[in-house]
């Protein structure tokens, strides 16, 4: 998309494929994570979220893992569809603040 | 749809130019934030709103950057003598008591 980079990560899948599309976090102080999803020319799609005193919570086709010791957060989403061909941003909160850091994003594309 | 909503879509001015954004998020977002995003990065805080108090400003927010929300339910964002710099996507997002946000489409802005 326009505002969406052009020279983001890239992770290629064949549709049906399982894809995992990682993230490092900078802060140990940060208590919640939360992936986004934005196509082009739209906002972040909220997709699934979690706080920092779990390892591992399910959405609808979507996983989100948090490993604290590394400071890793994963989102893995099984079966990918074209649909899900977007960027894909993570992105942490730290305690007692209100304002969202964002890394940078992954580009996936979803091939049929 | 979240139903937050940006206007306008596109913005193209010259520089040196004043400029304001409107959000209008929903009646349950009692919180209300500002990012910009620059091709090929993450939406980076601006700013925030809980009701009609601006609670925090980052340090992005030059002093160029105003922003309002007068009746703690629209908001706008304005940018004195823009520069080149300031080209980017503004987001305007909502939430209400939990912490995930609801992006609006943002406000593509090019200083020409």
């Known amino acids: 998309g326009e505002n969406v980079g052009l020279h983001l990560p890239t992770l290629s899948v064949q549709e049906g494929d399982n894809s995992i599309i990682n993230c490092a976090y900078s802060?140990?102080?940060?208590?919640?994570f939360i992936w986004y999803k934005q196509e082009s020319g739209k906002g972040p799609q909220f997709i699934i979220d979690?706080?920092?005193?779990?390892d591992k919570r399910q959405g609808q086709r979507v996983t989100v893992l948090l490993n604290k010791t590394v400071k890793h957060l994963s989102l893995q989403i099984a079966a990918t569809q074209p649909g899900d061909s977007a960027v894909y941003f993570c992105?942490?909160?730290?305690?007692?603040?209100?304002?969202?850091?964002f890394g940078s994003g992954t580009r996936l594309q979803v091939q049929p | 749809d979240t139903g937050v909503s940006q206007n306008p879509r596109h913005k193209i001015t010259k520089r040196g130019q004043n400029v304001t954004f409107r959000c209008d998020p929903i009646?349950?977002?009692?919180?209300l934030y500002w990012y910009r995003q620059t091709l090929g990065q993450g939406p980076e805080f601006l700013t925030y709103?809980?009701?009609?108090?601006?609670?925090?400003k980052s340090r992005l927010l030059s002093d160029r950057f105003s922003a309002e929300r007068p009746k703690g339910s629209f908001s706008t964002l304005e940018i004195q003598r823009t520069e080149q710099g300031d080209s980017a996507m503004y987001l305007c997002?909502?939430?209400?008591?939990?912490?995930?946000?609801?992006f609006g489409s943002g406000t593509q802005l090019s200083v020409l």
């Open positions: 997002a909502g939430d209400s008591e939990g912490e995930k946000l609801f």
């Open positions: 009646s349950e977002h009692n919180r």
């Open positions: 992105a942490e909160k730290m305690a007692g603040r209100r304002a969202l850091t």
């Open positions: 709103f809980q009701n009609e108090a601006q609670l925090e």
């Open positions: 979690i706080r920092s005193n779990m």
């Open positions: 802060n140990s102080a940060s208590d919640y």
